[in-house]
């Protein structure tokens, strides 16, 4: 046994000897066992085309699992894990195309800015000419990509915001919504490095102000991310072309533009100050018109808009609204005891219906009055 453990403890000696040579002829450099991957990599790579979904999905999250790891991966590997992953995006599996989403986001961190590039383009096309069940599926990826992709990569966005510019024009819905919606997210992250298309992105969006309901509400979200990495002129320009709209249209078509500027507000801040003279005095306007008319949901809702952007303004530039309180103070008491629910204009029915109706809600009433203001302030 001794001369046995003697004879382990040779060769293991040898080993060791044979691996200082080894790392001394690659120049000092450790050893990079990380080579040996690319076998387990091929493995995965077959598995995730399994006609199984089961097979499929747990083939991509090892592959997830193993991206997170200190691997080297050449650049043929690289475009072979990029295709794998955007085919799956296509599986007829709810649960593949998921993990294939999160697949996604941890291969952008790893891979070349040219595979960046061509899943950036891949993605959007997809979204673009893709099939319809599938477009939502699509964008996640593509908001993945954007959320995860490294700074150094932020080039790429310049292609892609011209491509989604294109997609917010076209006459298919769906493919519109999307665009807007990945446009937004791409102004947020790298709003200055596509300052170029700035002005292009302003006169497309504002054209979808115009569209239905949820296309505008997406428009005014866009055009607030864009308010907030936007030159100046482009800024004044942008509440130029807002305050145009109001009163020159439909009621629909004032709360849009009331709604896309409290939007604004909020996300500009102290950069609406100097523009709150032309600006409130219109919304104090819209919210008193029609005060003593007959009252419509539509009107209510503008109102309602209203109060939501001047709130905004007193939270995002105090300084500036200040000549406004005295104004902003009345209207918001005339309407603190206004209920739209109520029809103020009957008056009572011969008999005493109001009085009815009193005696009904003094039945309910349990002799808790105090009790009863605070539910109703807390309601």
């Given at each position: 046994r001794g001369a046995g453990e003697l004879?382990?403890?040779?060769?293991?000696?040898?080993?060791?000897?044979?691996?200082r040579r080894r790392r001394k002829e690659d120049g000092g450099h450790r050893f990079d066992?990380?080579?040996?991957?690319?076998?387990?990599?091929?493995a995965l790579l077959d598995r995730s085309s399994s006609h199984d979904?089961?097979?499929?999905?747990?083939?991509?999250?090892?592959?997830?699992?193993?991206?997170?790891?200190?691997?080297?991966?050449?650049?043929?590997?690289?475009?072979?894990?990029?295709?794998a992953v955007l085919k799956q995006l296509d599986d007829q599996s709810n649960d593949v195309q998921s993990i294939a989403v999160k697949c996604l986001g941890v291969l952008l961190k790893r891979v070349h800015k040219a595979q960046v590039g061509e899943i950036a383009d891949k993605l959007c096309s997809l979204i673009l000419d893709g099939k319809d069940e599938l477009r939502d599926i699509y964008s996640i990826g593509l908001k993945t990509l954007v959320k995860d992709m490294p700074e150094e990569n932020a080039s790429v966005c310049e292609k892609l915001t011209k491509r989604l510019l294109a997609g917010a024009k076209q006459a298919k819905f769906d493919v519109k919504l999307e665009a807007?919606?990945?446009?937004?997210?791409?102004?947020?992250?790298?709003?200055?490095?596509?300052?170029?298309?700035?002005?292009?992105?302003?006169?497309v969006v504002l054209d979808q102000l115009a569209e239905k309901a949820v296309a505008r509400k997406r428009a005014a979200f866009c055009l607030a991310a864009l308010a907030a990495c936007c030159s100046e002129q482009l800024l004044e320009e942008l509440f130029g072309h807002l305050l145009k709209r109001l009163g020159k249209g439909s009621v629909e078509e004032t709360r849009t533009s009331i709604q896309t500027i409290g939007t604004i507000a909020r996300a500009v801040g102290g950069k609406l100050g100097r523009r709150l003279d032309a600006i409130v005095p219109v919304f104090v306007k819209h919210v008193s018109s029609g005060a003593n008319s007959e009252e419509t949901d539509e009107m209510n809702e503008l109102r309602d808009n209203c109060f939501q952007g001047l709130e905004s303004f007193v939270l995002r530039c105090p300084a500036e609204i200040t000549p406004h309180l005295r104004s902003l103070v009345d209207v918001a008491l005339q309407f603190s005891t206004y209920d739209p629910n109520y029809s103020y204009d009957d008056d009572d029915d011969a008999g005493g219906g109001g009085g009815a109706g009193e005696n009904d809600d003094d039945d309910l009433d349990d002799g808790d009055d105090e009790n009863d203001e605070d539910q109703y302030f807390e309601d």
């Open positions: 004879s382990r403890l040779a060769r293991r000696k040898e080993g060791s000897g044979r691996f066992l990380r080579e040996m991957s690319t076998p387990r990599f091929n979904k089961d097979e499929r999905y747990m083939a991509t999250s090892d592959l997830c699992a193993e991206l997170q790891k200190d691997i080297k991966i050449d650049a043929t590997m690289e475009r072979r894990i990029c295709s807007l919606d990945n446009l937004t997210d791409v102004l947020k992250r790298f709003g200055s490095t596509v300052s170029e298309d700035h002005e292009a992105i302003l006169e």
